[in-house]
């Protein structure tokens, strides 16, 4: 089979890793989104933006926060903890995911191509942010790629990776399953819980159409849940079901807004907001590492 020449990042061995520059680079990576707003813009104007999900450059560049996580790639002299090494990333563009991706690679040692044909104005723009900091650093030249391939080339051409992630809906996942050859990662949105009063306005009821549109699209539970008078008893009821969840609230009367705010117990929770204009998917990072013990023989 002939190489494909835009299969051309370095491999993840090609550089050391270093915790310390790794810091830096995320911190001014998130800073440089900041900065770059105007500039985020014009690009994603020029792109077709997919659905009725419309996404604003500020919202782009102010939703990460800095992550101390501490799952970060360690060395030592009788376990190396690594990268999988050269990744591709299919998925519908969404810039956040970008962003996410963007993170993961370094945080994790990888290569990641970004496979898709939307936002790629933008994508290539966030990327280059990276790239830039990680020549002005002397870190490495590039450890991310924005590709476009059609199915059949990414199936002829598949070997080039270590590793697919699928970011996507369960029926995309089952339809390429019997044609892929290499490790699969595959990555849904999950489910969301909606609770919605009875007097929603005419802005909030579209918000919930967005929300219907997208979560058909990438195969998303949503849980419709009626705001009834006890919201005590409600509160109660999403508790009992563990702290991990997603849980959206449309209502026009501020105390039930404040009620819930205050006692859920959730890992997200969104306001009278669409939450896919943030994008819910969360990588998991001890997936994209692998460990190797070491055993010297004196």
Do not use: W
Request: aromatic letters at 12%; one cysteine or more; glycine letters at 2%.
């Amino acid at each position: 089979m002939e190489k494909n020449n835009i299969f051309n990042l370095p491999a993840n061995t090609d550089y050391l890793f270093n915790k310390e520059k790794v810091n830096s680079i995320l911190e001014k990576f998130i800073d440089s989104l900041k900065e770059q707003v105007p500039a985020i813009e014009q690009v994603l104007a020029k792109d077709i933006i997919n659905g009725d999900i419309k996404i604003k450059a500020k919202e782009l560049s102010s939703f990460l926060k800095k992550d101390n996580s501490p799952l970060l790639i360690n060395f030592s002299k009788t376990s190396i903890k690594d990268g999988l090494g050269s990744i591709c990333a299919k998925y519908n563009g969404n810039p956040f995911i970008t962003i996410k991706l963007i993170i993961l690679a370094i945080r994790t040692h990888n290569q990641i191509y970004l496979l898709t044909n939307n936002y790629m104005n933008t994508n290539e723009f966030l990327v280059s942010i990276l790239d830039k900091l990680l020549v002005e650093t002397g870190y490495c030249k590039k450890i991310l790629k924005v590709i476009s391939l059609s199915d059949f080339e990414f199936f002829k051409y598949q070997k080039e990776f270590d590793a697919l992630v699928l970011v996507g809906s369960k029926n995309e996942y089952l339809s390429l399953l019997p044609q892929i050859k290499i490790p699969l990662i595959f990555q849904n949105y999950g489910s969301l819980y909606i609770c919605v009063d009875s007097n929603l306005n005419t802005k909030l009821k579209d918000i919930l159409l967005d929300i219907d549109h997208f979560a058909f699209e990438n195969d998303i539970e949503l849980n419709y849940i009626d705001i009834e008078n006890n919201i005590d008893i409600l509160t109660q009821n999403l508790n009992y079901f563990g702290r991990d969840q997603v849980i959206a609230i449309f209502t026009t009367n501020t105390n039930t807004a404040y009620n819930f705010l205050n006692n859920l117990k959730c890992r997200k929770i969104f306001i009278n907001s669409n939450p896919f204009k943030e994008d819910l998917l969360e990588f998991k990072e001890e997936n994209f590492i692998f460990e190797k013990e070491i055993y010297f023989k004196n």
